[in-house]
């Protein structure tokens, strides 16, 4: 039986070079980089040359790049950072961001709701866009952030940041997005974007697990999340992850190098098994995202009318079979439910819990395609009505 890894917008593998790098940090330079004898100042050197790769790979400023422990924690300072700073500053509320974006963002939002914020979720169009005349006529004076993410951890959609955050250029209105699924996957410019602040985590990229950033543009009101510390300009308390940044930064490295490369050999890849999908069951097998999602992943689901839907003997019956998939975002996994995104993109609950996502990689073959493509016949097999 082959095994076939397709959940890298889940996780992925940690590239031997970027664990060679991480290694010393790990034995001999295992220094504290707040100490000043030269254990500490060797540690604090190599964290400020990972900060400025981090900062150089998206256009900001070093200054600018504050590290975390991942992703969820990055959206998290920076959506309470901002709002509450920005409302000492303004007694602005309001902060808009849409129904469809990952639970880092959604349950921080709904816990800024207990402390007074006004929080607007739109809905989304059938592909998981936000719409820009929808969010268009939203924006108020009460308004202080806007939170939409880049692209969509489950279904690929590609938002249209940089048209976003227009509407509020010259305002005083902050715009953040969840930029985790596509930070090392397709070109970021913060400066051609527009935004105020974005987010990203090292274990999509071939990183270690652990480690994230939040780019905060200079002048942003931002207030820390963890104290406890001076650590990253007393914005966020602890004892920095050495290794685990380092170990990011020679990822970023790799992605710098390979990133075009990598787009185009996983775009083949898509495209190739939807050719296959649709061969299998065009009418009855609906792919989702829309034709410009991200070609890393794919989302379908299946026609609840023909097919016994139930997510989790979906995903258990392809992982017998040697193929890891997913039925949506990794954080919400063991979870019952349909997926938040699939029911905002206009799904029924049936429908929904016949959603499957494979998320490709560069180590992923046109081989691993092909048998999952068999597998997943097989499948369509028993599981039909």
């Known amino acids: 039986m082959r095994r076939v890894y397709l959940d890298n917008a889940a996780t992925t593998k940690v590239h031997p070079k970027v664990l060679e790098k991480m290694i010393p940090f790990l034995s001999d330079n295992f220094g504290n980089p707040s100490s000043i004898h030269s254990f500490g100042r060797k540690a604090r050197v190599a964290i400020e040359e990972a900060r400025e790769t981090i900062a150089n790979f998206i256009n900001a400023d070093a200054s600018e790049i504050y590290f975390t422990s991942g992703g969820t924690e990055a959206n998290n300072f920076v959506l309470n ?4 700073t920005a409302f000492q500053e303004n007694g602005k509320r309001k902060i808009i961001s849409n129904k469809a974006e990952h639970h880092a963002v959604l349950d921080t939002l709904e816990n800024l709701q ?11 169009n059938k592909e998981t866009k936000v719409e820009k005349e929808i969010l268009s006529k939203e924006i108020d004076e009460d308004t202080s952030l806007i939170s939409v993410m880049h692209i969509n951890n489950e279904t690929g959609t590609i938002n249209s940041i940089k ?12 715009f953040h997005t969840d930029a985790v699924q596509s930070f090392g996957k397709i070109k970021i410019d913060v400066k051609e ?53 380092i170990g990011f930064a020679e990822a970023v490295k790799i992605k710098s190098e390979i990133m ?17 999908i649709k061969n299998l069951d065009a009418q009855n097998i609906f792919v989702n995202g829309g034709k ?18 139930d997510a989790e003997s979906i995903i ?13 975002s990794a954080c919400t996994s063991g979870t019952i439910k349909a997926s938040h995104v699939m029911l905002a993109s206009g799904y029924s609950p049936m429908d929904a819990a016949g959603t499957i996502r494979f998320s490709f990689g560069i180590e992923n073959t046109e081989e691993d395609i092909d048998y999952t493509l068999d597998v997943f016949s097989n499948l369509l097999k028993k599981f039909k009505k």
Do not use: W
């Open 193 to 245: 974007l527009g935004v105020h602040s974005i987010c990203g985590s090292a274990h999509k990229i071939n990183g270690p697990k652990g480690v994230g950033f939040a780019f905060v543009k200079s002048g942003t009101p931002i207030s820390p999340l963890l104290f406890g510390g001076s650590q990253e300009r007393n914005r966020r308390g602890g004892t920095e992850n050495i290794a685990g940044i």
């Open 292 to 309: 410009d999602s991200l070609p890393y992943i794919l989302s379908i689901t299946l026609n609840s009318q023909v097919y016994n839907n």
């Open 163 to 174: 048209e976003f955050s227009e509407l509020v250029k010259e305002k005083e209105i902050y």
């Open 114 to 124: 207990h402390f007074g914020f006004n929080v607007n979720f739109l809905s989304v």
């Open 81 to 84: 950072g901002i709002s509450k």
């Open 260 to 276: 075009e490369e990598s787009f185009h050999h996983v775009a083949k890849l898509k495209e190739r098994m939807i050719a296959g």
């Open 316 to 328: 258990i019956y392809l992982d017998i079979n040697g193929i890891a998939a997913s039925s949506g």
